[in-house]
């Protein structure tokens, strides 16, 4: 069972951010920027190329109104979206609020965020989430 695994089965504690029957979105604890999410379907694959096909397009827009809220709730162009998926076996997109390419750089430090700075970046995507 990977990590995102555990996480969706309630065994590791997250932020969630929405959850379907298919898809998982929830905080990075180690964020690039602040509203940096996470959206990992529920199935264990560990490329994004290697989903089953309604997958694909499913994940897009599953993560669509996730991005749409985090473009509302932090000051940017755009979000973001990168799938690199090194560091955890199981197929996962980063959203990430960015006003420039060097914000989705993955090589810069990212550190440990604190509950109480999650809690409330939490509370703010999904204020824009459910409005």
């Known amino acids: 069972m990977t990590l995102f695994s555990k996480?969706?089965?309630g065994e590791i504690p997250s932020y969630k951010i929405a959850e379907n029957e298919d898809f998982y979105a929830f905080l990075d604890i180690?964020?690039?920027r602040e509203g940096h999410t996470l959206v990992v379907p529920k199935i264990e694959v560990d490329n994004l190329?290697?989903?089953p096909e309604e997958y694909l397009g499913k994940i897009l827009l599953f993560a669509q109104p996730v991005a749409k809220a985090i473009e509302k709730a932090f000051r940017c162009n755009r979000c973001?979206?990168?799938v690199i998926g090194l560091d955890v076996p199981h197929v996962h997109i980063h959203l990430i609020p960015i006003n420039s390419?060097?914000?989705l750089n993955f090589v810069q430090?990212?550190?440990r965020a604190s509950d109480e700075?999650?809690?409330k970046v939490q509370q703010k995507?999904?204020?824009y989430l459910n409005s």
């Open 109 to 111: 430090p990212k550190p």
């Open 7 to 9: 996480i969706i089965a």
């Open 80 to 82: 973001g979206i990168s």
């Open 117 to 119: 700075s999650l809690r």
């Open 49 to 51: 190329f290697d989903l």
């Open 125 to 127: 995507i999904l204020s």
């Open 30 to 32: 180690f964020p690039l």
């Open 101 to 103: 390419a060097n914000d």
